[in-house]
């Protein structure tokens, strides 16, 4: 069965600083994606980036990051020099390859950036 | 686009009563799905679609009810309304395989049951 645990529940930083939030899965496919999603306050879901398992490479994206280690299953997210605009809840997910429709999310990492 | 549209954005049912929530997406996407979130929960997948005709079950499907006669749409229905479905309802879509492509989310329907 599949699983993502985000075992940070809530974090708070001051703004400027870096933070990163971690994501474990487990998966018996040797083929999967790995997402990371935000909620901010407002409550919408918006999607930040898909990573096909075959693809280790880390990612960058302005201030955001994501580094993708399947030797350990983690795919953890890094926010640079955050604001407060970072501010909202973040949630990992997984899905089989070619399976949109079918996408388990982890609990979600509630992120507080302090002004 | 519109994009993925849900209604209504709010509802309040009393135990015991049927409702559907809507969901639309004009992008024709072949994938859709539904979730809901509840407080500590995340997102738990209902129901799924791979295409018009084509649906199944997700993690918490019980007292859910779902169909697909059309690529641009994909009802939730509730058959008897309980407490323990007061959530909030995210519907999603997405086109195809790849890790280009993005998956998109409605904007939430929020459901209170008495």
């Known amino acids: 069965a599949q699983k993502v645990t985000q075992a940070q529940t809530e974090i708070s930083v001051v703004e400027k600083e870096d933070v990163t939030l971690d994501c474990v899965y487990e998966?018996?496919?040797?083929?999967?994606?790995l997402f990371w999603y935000k909620q901010p306050p407002s409550g919408e879901l918006v999607f930040l980036i898909r990573r096909n398992s075959f693809d280790e490479q880390n990612e960058i994206s302005g201030r955001y990051s994501w580094n993708f280690q399947k030797s350990t299953s983690s795919f953890n997210f890094t926010i640079t020099a955050s604001q407060v605009v970072d501010s909202a809840v973040y949630f990992c997910?997984?899905?089989?390859?070619?399976?949109?429709?079918?996408?388990?999310f982890g609990k979600g990492t509630r992120l507080h950036i302090l002004p | 686009n519109a994009g993925v549209t849900q209604t209504p954005k709010f509802q309040v049912l009393k135990t015991g009563q049927s409702m559907t929530l809507q969901c639309a997406q004009d992008?024709?996407?072949?994938?859709m799905s539904w979730y809901r979130q509840d407080p500590g929960m995340g997102l738990r997948l209902i129901h799924y679609?791979?295409?018009?005709?084509?649906?199944d079950q997700g993690e918490v499907p019980n007292g859910y009810n779902v169909s697909r006669s059309t690529t641009e749409d994909f009802p939730l229905r509730l058959l008897s309304a309980a407490p323990s479905q007061t959530s909030v309802y995210f519907c999603?879509?997405?086109?195809?395989?790849?890790?280009?492509?993005?998956?998109?989310f409605g904007p939430g329907t929020r459901l209170l049951v008495l």
């Open positions: 679609s791979v295409g018009a005709g084509i649906t």
């Open positions: 992008m024709n996407h072949e994938y």
């Open positions: 997910a997984l899905s089989e390859i070619n399976r949109d429709d079918k996408i388990i």
């Open positions: 999603a879509s997405s086109y195809a395989q790849g890790p280009q492509e993005t998956q998109y």
């Open positions: 998966t018996r496919d040797t083929t999967y994606y």
